[in-house]
């Protein structure tokens, strides 16, 4: 079946730190990849997606690229801001375009200054 | 960005009534709708595609008769929660997407004492 993994939190960086969470995937077919981010009290809001092996997908300089040949699809940052603190949930889907999503289990990402 | 709104935010209700949890895309006509459930530390899961004018589509597992959706309109979605008891409390999420990108509510949470 399709599911994801992702590494569990709580994951506690000091600001400016580099960050990495992991993710891997199983999937039938070519899955779309994504990072989602949950700020406290807000809904789910895209951090960055990738449709087709070695797409790179980023945005407000977090990156994450498509891995085929390991399953993979680890959310980075170079230098991580209080502000970046949050849940991260790494999802995919096989249907096209985003319907069904399946999610991971998330990661909260605690920044301290 | 479009915009899903979830109302309530959080409820407390008896055992044996019954919650109603909405869901309205602010900005965009929705055909399309979901609906997950997170428990504590766990991923989200899909619960169920709610289709604007005819019956949802659940996943395996998910009692249809217990998780009444109704998706009158193009903006808005319900879940209901029917009879309700302790093991149904938990983090409720619903989601519309366009043809770009999947909006998410802010989630419910349900305390069923």
């Known amino acids: 079946g399709n599911s994801v993994t992702q590494m569990e939190g709580p994951v506690t960086l000091s600001e400016e730190a580099f960050l990495t969470i992991n993710c891997t995937y199983t999937?039938?077919?070519?899955?779309?990849l994504f990072w989602y981010v949950q700020y406290p009290g807000e809904g789910l809001q895209l951090l960055l997606k990738?449709?087709?092996?070695?797409d790179k997908g980023s945005n407000k300089g977090f990156e994450a690229t498509y891995r085929k040949e390991t399953t993979s699809f680890h959310l980075e940052k170079g230098s991580v801001q209080v502000s970046d603190s949050a849940v991260y949930f790494c999802?995919?889907?096989?249907?096209?375009?985003?319907?069904?999503?399946?999610f991971g289990a998330g990661t909260r990402l605690a920044v301290h200054p | 960005g479009a915009v899903v709104s979830q109302h309530p935010s959080w409820v407390i209700c008896k055992s044996g009534t019954s919650v109603k949890i909405e869901c309205r895309s602010l900005?965009?006509?929705?055909?399309?709708m979901f609906w997950y459930r997170q428990f504590p530390k766990q991923s989200l899961m899909l619960m169920a595609t709610s289709n604007e004018g005819s019956k949802a589509t659940y996943e395996q597992g998910v009692e249809k008769d217990k998780f009444l959706i109704n998706h009158a309109s193009l903006t808005l979605s319900t879940l209901t929660v029917t009879s309700a008891h302790p093991e149904d409390s938990s983090f409720y999420i619903c989601?519309?997407?366009?043809?770009?990108?999947?909006?998410f509510g802010q989630g419910t949470r349900l305390t069923v004492v």
């Open positions: 999937a039938t077919g070519y899955p779309s």
């Open positions: 990738a449709t087709k092996a070695d």
């Open positions: 999802a995919l889907t096989v249907s096209g375009g985003y319907n069904k999503l399946i």
């Open positions: 989601s519309a997407s366009s043809d770009t990108e999947a909006f």
């Open positions: 900005d965009f006509q929705a055909t399309t």
